[in-house]
């Protein structure tokens, strides 16, 4: 069964907007769970503009699903992650200016950087994957690298989804057999929605996780979060 985990970051972002604790994220991320979502993502920035490293530490012995930390693994990212110790990293090729994930890793010209971060984490028993594009090549180097699952970067299948959606996903199924044929777990994450995430996993149902934020919360305001949940879930059935 594939994963549902909820990226709680615009939960922090409105949040942050007013100061104080209201929405608490905390007890969004409890609520998620409650109402069926098997996963919580987090992805704290270096400015802390939406999810902060505080909240992370909050957040660590409450969860009870499966945690998942994204990130750009500088020096600061990278002790928060060995000090909570996480289910999973997800390793994300962020610039501090970015407004939010716009491609994957090179892990050809990466290799060796991944290989020390992921070999650190491996050694600490968090399961690690990498943010990758939908490239054969780059899914295959990541497990060169050492990682144990790769994170496929959909931004482009959601996309191209209205003009054709064929076409759109042909290339992700490209990048998720190659991560089958050589043993790597599969997740993916960036502008699935409930348009466009029964068909990608209907094409891709070996999929682990997929790590949805925006839409889920997009949505909740209209549909309730509750009801947006289940509504995700019925999409991976």
Request: proline share 5%; glycine share 6%.
């Amino acid at each position: 069964m594939t994963k549902l985990s909820v990226n709680i970051n615009k939960v922090a972002t409105l949040r942050n907007a007013r100061g104080g604790n209201n929405p608490n994220v905390l007890q969004v991320a409890l609520d998620c769970e409650r109402f069926g979502a098997q996963g919580i993502t987090v992805h704290p920035r270096p400015d802390e503009r939406h999810i902060r490293y505080q909240d992370v530490r909050d957040l660590r012995p409450r969860v009870t699903t499966e945690f998942n930390i994204e990130g750009n693994p500088i020096e600061k990212y990278t002790d928060l992650v060995l000090e909570v110790h996480p289910d999973q990293v997800t390793l994300v090729p962020d610039g501090n200016d970015q407004i939010t994930s716009n491609h994957g890793w090179d892990t050809v010209e990466n290799r060796s950087f991944l290989t020390d971060i992921v070999g650190r984490f491996n050694e600490a028993g968090i399961r690690t994957s990498i943010f990758v594009d939908a490239n054969p090549r780059m899914v295959e180097a990541a497990r060169e690298c050492g990682a144990a699952r790769v994170e496929l970067y959909t931004e482009p299948y959601a996309a191209n989804y209205a003009r054709d959606r064929e076409e759109a996903i042909r290339p992700f199924i490209d990048a998720a057999i190659a991560a089958r044929e050589v043993g790597l777990g599969l997740n993916a994450g960036h502008d699935l929605s409930l348009e466009n995430l029964a068909f990608y996993h209907q094409m891709i149902p070996w999929t682990d996780e997929v790590s949805i934020g925006h839409a889920v919360i997009c949505d909740a305001l209209y549909l309730g979060l509750q009801e947006t949940i289940r509504r995700y879930l019925d999409c991976l059935k």
